[in-house]
């Protein structure tokens, strides 16, 4: 989408506006939350996710995701152990009804949820013109809905793949972290529905929170660490062939 200087302008005060919203407070339906005391991330444990494909489920019903559209999905990594460099990497669906048989007899299987990384120097923030896509005091990437323009310069500037356009809305989608959730205490749906526990929501600033312990006694990794995105999306247990 072109937009011109004179439209530009007009829309900034909006995105000020919203900005200032954002900060004033905490959200309406959780007046005993307080956005300064937490920063939220989340650790995936590869080991334990058996590709059931219920977090995409549960995301698209809690959030209203579109059809064939995502924002959580599961990815099937297959390394042969005759070609470790290529991985064959397959996701139907998203993994929302789980996965076929494997057709391989050699190398391993594993999977792979993704999601918006929730990164500290996000891309998309950095790119949206109108103040739009933001990150949050408490660590969460959000787009706001009513400043949204659709342009797509977030989407295009997501390493991850992790946003998408509402094809009714056409305004920029990913995952919120399930805020409306948190901020009153509770999980996120993929972490409350996930029967193996391979995904846990963190707060990096409780000290009591088991991510700490956990970081402590573990190797995690983030993706693509090389684009120093300060991602707080840690996985456990991942193999260095996926992308």
Known sequence: MNMTRRQLLILLPAAAVAWKSILAGTPETSPNYNMTEHWWGMLVDITKCIGCGSCVRACQMENQVPDGYFRTWV???HV????????KVDSPDGGKNGFPPSSFSDGKNFFVPKMCNHCADSPC???????????????VVLV???YCLGCRYC???CPYGCRFVDPKKETAQKCTLCYHRITKGLTTACCENCPTGARQLADLKNPNDPIHEFLKTHAVQVLKPYLATR???FYYGLDGSVR
Do not use: M, W
Not at 80 to 87: C, L, T, Y
């Open 144 to 146: 706001d809905q009513k």
């Open 125 to 139: 923030t950095q790119v949206c013109p109108v103040g739009a896509t933001f990150v949050s005091p408490d660590g």
């Open 75 to 77: 990815e099937r990594y």
């Open 155 to 157: 989407v295009q500037a």
């Open 80 to 87: 042969s152990d005759f070609d470790i460099e290529n991985p």
């Open 231 to 233: 991602s707080k999306l």
